[in-house]
């Protein structure tokens, strides 16, 4: 019913910067929060950040002062632009949001099948 698509992945040497972006498409009636979650090798995922149709931004601790979401909603798009990467920021960045479709008005949450993200030193 909806489907969630991330780009922007790649290589990067430590202190370099990426862009991520996501599309949501399909059934949409309306789309609540979009975030980003990262899965390093052997961890557990964790939060980035994420952002409400509201406005309200929360962020990891680990990438505060670094990363910023904003999101397009005209296009259901959500962008991390990713500044001062850090080798511990390698990770698969999936994106995820909060969405109503239509016609049913079902509340579910949706999630990307993740792009890979690489900081060496």
């Known amino acids: 019913q909806v489907q969630l698509v991330e780009s922007g992945g790649g290589s990067v040497q430590a202190g370099g910067s990426l862009r991520l972006s996501c599309v949501a498409s399909?059934?949409?009636?309306?789309?609540?929060?979009m975030g980003w979650y990262r899965q390093a090798p052997g961890k557990q995922r964790e939060l980035v950040a994420t952002?409400?149709?509201?406005?309200?931004?929360n962020y990891g601790v680990s990438v505060k002062g670094r990363f910023t979401i904003s999101r397009d909603n005209a296009l259901n798009t959500t962008y991390l632009q990713m500044n001062d990467l850090k080798p511990e920021d390698t990770a698969v960045y999936y994106c995820?949001?909060?969405?109503?479709?239509?016609?049913?008005?079902?509340?579910?949450?949706?999630w990307g099948q993740g792009t890979h993200v690489t900081v060496s030193s």
């Open positions: 952002l409400t149709s509201e406005g309200d931004i």
């Open positions: 995820a949001a909060g969405v109503m479709v239509t016609p049913t008005k079902i509340y579910g949450d949706y």
């Open positions: 399909g059934n949409i009636f309306s789309i609540n929060a």
